[in-house]
């Protein structure tokens, strides 16, 4: 579930609007097509600026979805996405989908000389369900605890690496 996003851009004046939208790849080729989100309307400011949206609660099913910016502006005003790269955490594909007509055809446009990690960021929480098989997990290896006296073998996890290893149990007096 997608709680916050932030988008940084570079607008020449502070004039226009922007659009941000969430879309599920449900289309053909795994084209972006139905909207999840949209925010409201957005006013530019000039410079190097960040859109922060917080509040949000807005499911994607998968591990993927795309999402979108329209630019409202008039005249020779130029405005663009950040790229920052390598990204400080996360990845994203070596192309962006470009609307090519407006009207949903979807293409796919590499960035000449650059890779595409856009300057942006989601937060996000994981689903109910995700939430209730972590429970579910721990509660049990509680259960598998409690039950070490028949097991000769008490199962540790090292700290650098999550690799299992085991050590004998010592019998206890409980």
Do not use: H, M
């Amino acid at each position: 579930i997608i709680t916050e996003f932030r988008l940084e851009y570079y607008s020449s004046e502070a004039a226009g609007d922007a659009t941000v939208r969430f879309r599920a790849n449900s289309g053909p080729n795994l084209e972006p097509a139905d909207i999840l989100f949209e925010s409201a309307t957005i006013p530019l400011q000039a410079n190097f600026n960040t859109i922060n949206i917080e509040g949000i609660g807005v499911p994607i099913s998968g591990d993927t979805f795309t999402f979108t910016i329209e630019f409202d502006v008039a005249g020779t005003q130029d405005v663009g996405l950040i790229l920052r790269n390598p990204p400080s955490v996360g990845s994203s594909f070596d192309d962006v989908w470009v609307n090519t007509n407006g009207a949903g055809d979807w293409a796919t446009r590499n960035i000449p000389l650059a890779t595409a990690n856009l300057a942006a960021q989601v937060g996000a929480v994981p689903e109910p369900s995700t939430i209730a098989f972590t429970v579910i997990g721990a509660l049990a290896l509680c259960g598998a605890a409690r039950r070490r006296k028949s097991f000769p073998y008490t199962l540790f996890w090292r700290e650098a690496c999550l690799a299992p290893f085991f050590l004998p149990s010592q019998p206890s007096s409980a």
